[in-house]
């Protein structure tokens, strides 16, 4: 060690002389490694440690700038020296020059941090690896974003040593805030994929490296214990940069085996990230809420708007300090260039607003006018989540929907014409809406509308998609406690409009269209201006029990011929328009619901109804391919002996 000392004070000398210094100068600093020589003779660890530190000093004034590059270089391989002191040495020198020479090296820091790698995998002593590693955080003080570039710049999946560097990065609290900084402008303003489109085909969106590496790098930081405290101060713009990153990842492609790209899943990193997030922020509440629900399952796939539904409800019941500046983060997302980044938020928000936003009027207000101002969106979807919201303004409670009414069933009515609807989502969501607002405000504020909401929902009946007709025949139940007031003749003339489609489609394969049919009759009833029909309605129609169907509509049928003569010929024409339905078994139903009316029908009165048009239609049915609505049809006809 004396040698050692004394040859470093040699090389030291020799090169204060290349510098031109003359040789018979004195250099107290060069000088003083004399007493180090001595002090070089302990024993013990610490004072050997302080000899060290010494010569670091030292050599970190005196190293010409020229060459300090190539010492540093040089002084790597010392990292993987077999012998526990040396390489220790070599990381207290290393620290001690990065902390005071490191700016110099602005040039070097990719090749540093590549050079500083391939050494972490082959360094044996745990405190040699440790003290390696707090060499480049002294580093990273100079120069993070050249840092932090270097590490995002090494192949996904991260292995441990790049692990590690980015771990030991977040130990300082300074440095884990200009990390935050750097990593979410990349999340924020990177490409956050390629589309390629082929002609015939669908566009594949393939990942982009630079946001999926800030992910990773983030998603390791989040697993030191220390950045707590930096974690819940920029927990907000954490939470909305990768909420939003996960709706972009999720229609990335999936790595393929044997491409030559990133090997990690975008979702899956993204999620993960979230993840630990919320553990570091001590949300394990709103972890466990997602765990039970299969959130986390639904956000890595096209489910992932009610992964999103979840997680708002989540953050409501176990993190709201959290949630006025999600949505102050969130709000800006809604103009995004992105269809998936709007979902999320529109999703996010529209729970929110479910939640009542924690009792912030302001807020819900503010969440309520962000939406109307997407009902133009080019998402289908968008618009879909955005009436979703404002319907779930209803569980303001009745000052606050009455306060709103007019706009939110102004933005109902609007979605139920929305004419790119390809699955019925916007129009279904909108009736769902507006059951909910009716159930809340007074006759006087739908008064005007009540006619057109329910000629809007009359096509809704016939739709394929069962869960429409199930929700368009609740809603025109709901629509029943405003027709007892000055709407009651023309909403009376809509139940007679609707009354066939209410009575075939309670005998059809669906069990929500079932039990929606028997809740609107038993709503209805009271308005028919018919005890017998409204007694019965309710007596026979129980939601859970089983109805005779055949038995109820013959019986019903008699109750209608004595009740309602002069709508006869209406209910008998309109009957037969659902000879024409889709569905058999509607078909089968119509069929049979005419043979009732004509075969119960007193022979003074068929003068009115058209008997030949409704025979040629049932024979024609007996030509039908389903052999129900054939035998429904015969027996019909059979009612008919004696026409």
Not at 339 to 345: D, L, P, S
Not at 406 to 416: D, F, H, Q, V, W
Request: overall charge negative; aromatic content about 6%; proline content about 4%.
């Amino acid at each position: 060690r004396q040698l050692a000392v004394k040859a470093i004070k040699a090389v030291l000398k020799a090169s204060a002389q290349f510098q031109g210094n003359p040789r018979d100068s004195r250099d107290d600093v060069i000088e003083a490694l004399d007493i180090l020589k001595e002090r070089a003779l302990a024993q013990e660890a610490n004072s050997l440690f302080s000899v060290v530190n010494d010569i670091s000093k030292v050599l970190a004034k005196k190293v010409p700038g020229t060459q300090l590059s190539e010492f540093v270089f040089i002084l790597l391989d010392g990292l993987i020296d077999p012998d526990p002191q040396s390489s220790s040495g070599t990381c207290v020198v290393l620290n001690s020059l990065m902390r005071q020479r490191g700016g110099e090296l602005a040039s070097e820091v990719e090749k540093f941090v590549k050079a500083l790698y391939e050494r972490l995998s082959r360094i044996t002593v745990p405190q040699t690896r440790t003290g390696a590693l707090r060499s480049l955080r002294t580093f990273s003080v100079h120069h993070l974003i050249n840092v932090m570039t270097a590490l995002l710049d090494f192949p996904l999946p991260y292995d441990e040593a790049i692990v590690s560097c980015w771990q030991t990065l977040a130990g300082d609290a300074q440095l884990t805030r200009m990390l935050f900084e750097h990593l979410l402008d990349l999340i924020n303003s990177s490409l956050p994929y390629k589309e390629r489109s082929e002609r015939g085909s669908a566009p594949t969106f393939l990942p982009t490296p630079i946001p999926m590496a800030a992910v990773c790098g983030l998603r390791e930081v989040f697993r030191v214990e220390e950045t707590s405290e930096v974690v819940e101060e920029y927990f907000h713009r954490l939470f909305s940069s990768l909420v939003l990153r996960i709706g972009c990842a999720v229609v990335i492609k999936k790595p393929d085996k044997d491409s030559t790209g990133p090997k990690s899943d975008p979702a899956k990193d993204a999620v993960s990230c979230l993840r630990e997030l919320l553990t570091r922020a001590s949300l394990d509440k709103v972890i466990a809420t997602m765990e039970e629900a299969g959130a986390w399952i639904q956000l890595e796939t096209n489910d992932f708007p009610a992964g999103m539904t979840t997680l708002a409800r989540a953050m409501c019941e176990d993190a709201p300090t959290f949630v006025s500046k999600i949505v102050a983060s969130l709000t800006s997302s809604l103009s995004s260039l992105y269809e998936q980044q709007r979902v999320v938020t529109c999703s996010f928000f529209a729970e929110l607003i479910n939640q009542r936003c924690l009792g912030d009027l302001t807020l819900v207000e503010m969440q309520m006018n962000s939406l109307l101002g997407r009902l133009i969106d080019s998402s289908h979807i968008v618009r879909m989540l955005c009436i979703r919201g404002l319907g779930n303004i209803s569980t303001l409670g009745g000052e606050q929907v009455h306060k709103y009414s007019t706009t939110i069933l102004s933005a109902m009515m609007s979605g139920m014409d929305d004419r790119d609807d390809p699955e019925d989502l916007i129009t279904l969501e909108s009736m769902s809406g507006l059951s909910k607002i009716l159930s809340q405000i007074e006759e006087g504020h739908v008064r005007s509308i009540l006619i057109n909401i329910a000629l809007r929902i009359r096509p809704c009946f016939e739709k394929p998609k069962s869960s429409v007709r199930a929700a368009a025949f609740t809603l025109f139940g709901n629509l029943s406690r405003f027709g007892d007031g000055p709407s009651r003749a023309p909403f009376l003339e809509q139940i007679h409009n609707n009354f066939m489609s209410l009575l075939l489609h309670l005998n059809e394969d669906e069990p929500e269209v079932v039990s929606a049919c028997k809740g609107a009759l038993r709503e209805v009833g009271p308005l028919l201006a018919s005890e017998k029909v409204n007694t019965m309605f309710q007596k026979h129609l129980v939601m859970d029990g089983h109805l005779f169907y055949g038995e109820f509509m013959n019986d019903l049928a008699r109750l209608i011929i004595s009740d309602f003569n002069d709508k006869m010929s209406f209910y008998t024409m309109g009957c037969c328009s659902f000879f024409k339905s889709m569905w058999p078994s509607i078909k089968s139903n119509a069929a049979m619901f005419v043979g009732y009316l004509l075969g119960n029908l007193p022979a003074e009165r068929r003068r009115t109804i058209s008997k030949e048009h409704i025979c040629s239609a049932l024979i024609l049915l007996l030509r039908d391919p389903s052999s129900k609505v054939r035998s429904s049809s015969a027996e019909a006809i059979s009612l008919l002996f004696d026409y």
